[in-house]
């Protein structure tokens, strides 16, 4: 059970990322998740509160965290919070020193994102039934997902009003409230303009629902839904289903402009990235695809 003061302190701590830096909810979620891990973790092993941690303490539950199997990415993403939560806590008086400081940062190599061959991706748009109302509306928001390299939670998220066949845009707000418009091709605009004219409205049965994407319930659909939805259309497509994730379409998405020619800083526009670093993974992908062409075609490779 974590102490009364911990939990306020946490919940102040996660309105005043909101408010300041327009924190996603997602990583809000992931941020107190991570603080009350830990202050029941002091309270169990240290007989401490959170807010009298000190850098020992830390580096006691850094190190438990390896043991029992976390990733670098998540001790730093851990330590990235912890920082960010004493130092608020130091700005409103609730500690008098940061006892995150002076703990270096696991070092973090930087994979490659997973991607798909553009033959792969066309069988997982071909798996859904279109002859069932599910089916239609899954390879619809497939066709969408790949035509416009949206996250998942944006795709899940939008409704009508985001939506403009005639334009052949979609409008949405992604990570620290930037808003984008991202076009989509023929092929998603035809696929989406036969699912409005019919079959969501009888997934609906004549109910009003503000989302794009509406399940039979007549409410939009959840990041955890499409996500098993997509793992049942990588079986029936052949693909390997630990191997893919709404993620890898974004990715390929990415990877397949920039095999056709497109520019670094338009995909970046596209993808809604701040820093143009988080893009140029995708120039590495497109490089070693380039080599292994290269090695398996050319006479001398």
């Known amino acids: 059970?974590?102490?009364?003061?911990?939990?306020?302190?946490?919940?102040?701590?996660?309105?005043?990322?909101?408010?300041?830096?327009?924190?996603?909810?997602?990583?809000?979620?992931?941020?107190?998740?991570?603080?009350?891990?830990?202050?029941?973790?002091?309270?169990?092993?240290?007989?401490?509160?959170?807010?009298?941690?000190?850098?020992?303490?830390?580096?006691?539950?850094?190190?438990?965290?390896?043991?029992?199997?976390?990733?670098?990415?998540?001790?730093?993403r851990l330590l990235s919070c912890l920082r960010q939560f004493y130092q608020y806590g130091l700005r409103e008086g609730w500690v008098i020193n940061d006892p995150s400081t002076r703990i270096n940062a696991p070092k973090l190599g930087r994979p490659l994102p997973r991607s798909m061959s553009e033959a792969s991706v066309e069988a997982i748009l071909q798996a859904p039934d279109t002859g069932d109302l599910e089916g239609f509306r899954d390879r619809v928001m497939l066709e969408i997902l790949y035509a416009t390299g949206l996250r998942v939670s944006e795709l899940v998220g939008l409704r009508l009003d985001q939506v403009s066949i005639n334009?052949?845009?979609?409008?949405?707000?992604?990570?620290?409230?930037?808003?984008?418009?991202?076009?989509?091709?023929?092929?998603?605009?035809?696929?989406?303009?036969?699912?409005?004219?019919?079959?969501?409205?009888?997934?609906?049965?004549?109910?009003?629902?503000?989302?794009?994407?509406?399940?039979?319930?007549g409410a939009g659909m959840t990041r955890q839904a499409f996500w098993y939805r997509l793992k049942k259309y990588a079986v029936l497509a052949g693909i390997d289903r630990d191997s893919i994730s709404p993620h890898t379409l974004r990715h390929a998405f990415a990877t397949h402009l920039l095999d056709h020619g497109a520019?670094?800083?338009?995909?970046?526009?596209?993808?809604?990235?701040?820093?143009?670093?988080?893009?140029?993974?995708?120039?590495?992908?497109a490089r070693e695809r380039l080599k292994t062409l290269h090695q398996k075609h050319h006479p001398r490779g």
């Open 1 to 76: 059970m974590i102490a009364e003061q911990d939990k306020r302190a946490i919940e102040q701590f996660a309105d005043a990322l909101w408010m300041e830096r327009g924190l996603s909810r997602n990583t809000l979620q992931a941020y107190q998740s991570d603080l009350r891990k830990l202050a029941t973790w002091l309270q169990i092993e240290c007989t401490r509160h959170l807010l009298n941690a000190r850098r020992e303490d830390l580096l006691a539950y850094l190190a438990y965290q390896v043991k029992i199997g976390k990733k670098p990415r998540s001790s730093a």
């Open 167 to 217: 334009q052949g845009v979609v409008r949405v707000v992604g990570k620290g409230n930037k808003e984008r418009l991202i076009p989509f091709g023929e092929e998603a605009q035809s696929w989406l303009m036969r699912f409005l004219k019919g079959p969501r409205q009888e997934l609906l049965d004549d109910r009003l629902c503000p989302d794009l994407f509406p399940t039979r319930r």
């Open 263 to 285: 520019d670094l800083r338009v995909v970046q526009m596209l993808l809604g990235h701040s820093d143009l670093s988080t893009t140029q993974i995708y120039t590495h992908i």
